[in-house]
């Protein structure tokens, strides 16, 4: 167990150039009385006395000569190592762990991982790819420096910032006939109830995300089956097997392919936020401020997805 500390070291050597632990305390903003009793500590981890009294001066005697120089070396380094990991040197070799939703991993992440290739070369990540409640878990455990979701955090203790604006579309195949009922006319709450929806398992921020855009309308939501992919629900809507509420980034691909359409709706059209996800408190280091930059740099692109929406006239549900 370490009995020496930094500070005493620092105040050592500020009453060594100075002589005295007044102008000492006043160099290292501390109490006279302070600094008096981290250089009698620092002594009495030593188990050496470092100065002679002469007149009102503090002197080096032998000990404290030879103890200068190497007290000097240690502050030296612990000043490099402070500049080393300091916003100066943000392109330090380092490997971040993120935590991410299966949408967000998938679809937003890898734009984000290249322009952070580009602007920090050293910065490598290390992704894992889980469902919101084990994406947050994972952050609050401290298995991950950072988290991104799809959904709400109820988790106490972590810190929630917004990061992209992504739409919720109601999807299906084009045989589908709803889409063919929903050409001529908008769908209303009736047709949805009876439909069969394919959705995210529980805990998928997803799944709880379309559970709050569609329940105040629709009342009811059951599930035709559940799946514990986007990707494999989409795949599955497409070969007709039912309908679902997915991320337009998920779904963008298939609707340009005409895989997949778009339903127009009575309802409102649907909002929500991917969030970034840390624990309450953590101060960010240079580099996974770099990978949050890389993030917001992210924004202008895809927070306003462009394309056809439920219907003419929707708003937005906040």
């Known amino acids: ?36 009793a981290a250089l009698q500590q620092l002594e009495q981890g030593l188990g050496v006395q470092l100065f002679e009294r002469v007149g009102k001066r503090l002197v080096l005697n032998d000990a404290g000569r030879a103890l200068l120089p190497q007290a000097l070396g240690v502050l030296e380094q612990a000043r490099g190592i402070e500049q ?19 949408t967000i991993g998938t679809y937003a992440l890898p734009e984000v991982l290249a322009r952070l290739a580009r602007s920090h070369p050293l910065v490598r990540v290390d992704l894992q790819i889980a469902n919101t409640r084990e994406v947050c878990e994972a952050v609050l455990a401290m298995e991950v420096d950072m988290g991104l979701i799809e959904g709400s955090s109820h988790w106490q203790g972590l810190e929630v910032e917004p990061w992209l604006r992504d739409e919720l579309v109601i999807v299906a195949s084009p045989q589908d006939p709803l889409a063919e009922q929903a050409r001529s006319k908008p769908l209303g709450v009736a047709a949805l109830r009876k439909a069969a929806w394919l959705l995210r398992e529980a805990g998928s921020g997803t799944r709880e995300m379309v559970e709050h855009a569609l329940l105040p309308h629709l009342h009811q939501l059951p599930a035709s089956a559940t799946l514990g992919s986007s990707e494999a629900i989409a795949r599955c809507v497409e070969q007709g097997l039912g309908i679902s509420c997915l991320s337009r980034v998920l779904v963008q691909s298939q609707l340009q392919a005409r895989a997949l359409e778009i339903l127009p709706t009575t309802l409102p059209r649907m909002w929500r936020n991917f969030s ?32 056809p929406s439920n219907v003419k006239h929707a708003v937005a549900l906040e």
């Open 1 to 36: 167990m370490l009995h020496l500390t930094l500070r005493q070291f620092e105040i050592f050597c500020a009453v060594a150039q100075s002589g005295t632990t007044v102008a000492a305390a006043e160099a290292v903003a501390l109490s006279q009385s302070a600094t008096s």
């Open 84 to 102: 080393t990991f300091s916003a100066r040197a943000a392109n330090m070799p380092v490997r971040l762990r993120v935590a991410a939703s299966t």
């Open 276 to 307: 970034l996800v840390q624990r309450a408190g953590k101060r960010r280091s240079p580099a996974l401020q770099a990978f949050v930059d890389a993030c917001k740099a992210s924004e202008p692109a895809l927070s306003e997805p462009s394309g």
